[in-house]
């Protein structure tokens, strides 16, 4: 019951997505699975933190990257600090747990020039799945938004007019993103497309696969890699490298990380900051190339 109240307190009041929830509920139950084979327990309502560290102990030796242990760990807190709210534990067991070390992994984002090959260079095919794809790949670097957000883009939220999108983030917080004029023209060649499509199942989305039902994220997935691998020697062409190409250009451009951060839909400047190092590498080749004392 306990889990279900978490799970119930997740959607409904901290308004995390379902594929969130759906991934705390998991961690937890691997935990529940686990003490219940090792201990015999019924319920982890009120457990010691050795047993947390036992199964830490165990993902580590399944060769489960520090990562993935961190998410999961993250999780059983999260339940634990609910059930001190309400009052079913005195205690947290998790209270002075330190995250395990991770190795920091730079994502180096496409260049400009990879950018422009892939939209105007590569051969999209003729008709509504060219179109689509060419627009997936345009407006996902037009805007910095998630694949998922991409996905659910409802149709009356795409303001050709007023050059402006409507997005649903994560906790279904909205934000209106500026739609950039380049991509206006291919919005609207998509669109006519899409109202010649012969069945149209999910209408209320903008953008649909070739049946009429809307479009899927290994679909997307599919659609970044299959058009950068022809442009970019790239060992990862994803859509969230477009995200962060995105906000790397912006930024190598002059845009305040404030604004950036608002146009990301992220909550903390500190979740912003992780995309400015390759900023800091143009300004370390700019003051190669421009200070006095390097032309000695």
Not at 215 to 233: D, G, H, P, Q
Not at 259 to 287: D, F, R
């Amino acid at each position: 019951m306990s889990l279900e109240a978490f799970v119930s307190y997740l959607s409904l009041e901290k308004k995390y997505s379902t594929h969130t929830v759906t991934a705390y509920k998991k961690d937890i139950s691997e935990f529940t699975e686990f003490c219940g084979v090792n201990y015999q327990l019924s319920s982890i309502d009120d457990v010691p933190y050795a047993f947390v560290r036992n199964w830490i102990v165990v993902l580590v030796s399944k060769g489960i990257l520090n990562r993935s242990i961190n998410r999961k760990i993250a999780s059983l807190k999260a339940y634990y600090k609910f059930l001190q709210k309400i009052g079913r534990v005195a205690v947290n067991p998790l209270a002075k747990h330190k995250a395990l070390k991770i190795s920091k992994k730079i994502e180096i984002p496409f260049s400009f020039e990879e950018v422009e090959a892939a939209l105007n260079e590569v051969d999209f095919e003729a008709g509504f799945e060219g179109e689509r794809d060419r627009l997936i790949i345009g407006l996902l670097y037009a805007t910095g938004i998630r694949r998922i957000e991409l996905v659910n883009l409802k149709l009356k939220d795409v303001d050709v007019k007023a050059k402006t999108i409507k997005v649903l983030g994560k906790r279904n917080k909205e934000r209106v993103v500026p739609l950039a004029p380049f991509v206006c023209p291919w919005v609207l060649m998509y669109l006519k497309s899409r109202d010649a499509l012969k069945v149209v199942n999910d209408e209320e989305y903008f953008f649909l696969i070739k049946s009429g039902d809307k479009v899927y994220e290994s679909l997307v997935y599919r659609i970044i890699n299959r058009y950068f691998s022809k442009v970019s020697s790239k060992q990862k062409n994803s859509p969230h490298i477009i995200r962060h190409t995105f906000a790397t250009h912006l930024l190598n451009e002059g845009a305040d990380l404030n604004s950036v951060k608002e146009l990301l839909g992220h909550s903390s400047l500190a979740s912003t900051q992780v995309y400015t190092h390759n900023s800091i590498a143009e300004l370390k080749k700019v003051h190669l190339a421009a200070h006095p004392r390097n032309k000695k």
